[in-house]
């Protein structure tokens, strides 16, 4: 039985059931479908949403924009830079002012406690769109994307190359969860980390998958259904660039990576992507890469989360 999901946060994947991810990946199917068909929803008439970001996006940002637009809401964009909270106004104080206006908060921003302490003070959900921790909405678009083309989740393996990041720490969460076997390679000092490692076996255990991290690209990728990478240095790590250009360079999804995975296997990146380093322009643009189904399904996830939590 799925629970109401009114009211909730959305954080991380991991605070949500199986069951209670699939509605969601259901609900986004089927709102993407209506969309296309012409079909409108006044999900949210009369609902705001606040878009707190401290980092950059393209993405993300348009993506909650127009979803809330298209459900009948409004979103208004927050940059943290003019909000008082860049001025020191502390989290626990925003988070009551906001939700005596706001019915809801979205927030991108660096150190993910910010993001717990909002959602803890607010009575409104707060749904994180991005921390130097987790990317949440971003693993539930890859798995509509991987749903969408493969017609089922389960017992598929999804090959991570790359920084164990954000993104790495969500999709590992996810898939876990989801009963997607994943394997993580990644340099030594750049592995995922162990707290996110502990949880993704907890859910492990339950789905009876598996969960493979290595340093080795090729073991990671050999036999995968999904190939996936991100930017070598995220956002806030502009200044470890040149010295992450020279540990990943074995961990290019490339021309002889792909080679490894199933002769089906689709190629996934959450975008912006670093062509020439991460991903080669070849594979990136090549017919096995779903990148911008990829990028539209945030719209859609995002459309199924809003509806169902706020
Ligand atoms: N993938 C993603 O979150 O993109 P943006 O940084 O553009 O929002
Ligand atoms: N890992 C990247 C993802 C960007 C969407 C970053 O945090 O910059």
Known sequence: MVRNLRGRDFLT???????????????????????????????????????IFQKASTRTRVSFEVGMYQLGGCALFLSAADLQIGRGEPVKDTARVLSRYLDG????????????????????????GLTDLLHPCQAMADL??????????????????????????????????????IAVASPKGYEVKAEIVAKAK???????TGITLTTDPR???????????????????????????????????????????????????????????????EVIEGPQSLVFDQAENRLHVQKAIMAKLI
């Open 202 to 208: 907890e859910s492990a255990a339950v789905s009876g």
């Open 13 to 51: 994947v991991h605070d949500f059931s199986k069951e209670e991810l699939s509605e969601i990946l259901l609900f986004a199917l089927q709102l993407k479908q209506e969309k296309k068909a012409g079909l409108e929803h006044q999900l949210l008439r009369g609902k705001t949403l606040g878009m």
């Open 105 to 128: 908060i979205m927030i991108r921003t660096f150190d993910h406690s910010e993001v717990e302490e909002l959602a803890t003070f607010a009575d409104i959900p707060v749904i994180n």
């Open 219 to 281: 073991e990671a990728a050999a036999g995968a259904d999904i190939l996936y990478t991100d930017v070598w240095a995220s956002m806030g790590q502009e200044t470890e660039h040149q010295l992450r250009l020279k540990a990943f360079q074995q961990y290019q999804l490339n021309k002889e990576m792909l080679k490894m995975a199933a002769d089906d296997a689709i190629v996934l990146h959450c975008l912006p992507a670093h062509r020439g380093e991460e991903i080669t322009d």
């Open 144 to 181: 509509m994307t991987i749903l969408e083309q493969k017609g089922k989740l389960a017992g598929l393996k999804l090959a991570y190359l790359g920084d164990g990041n954000n993104v790495a720490h969500s999709l590992l969460l996810a898939c876990s969860k989801m009963g997607l076997n």
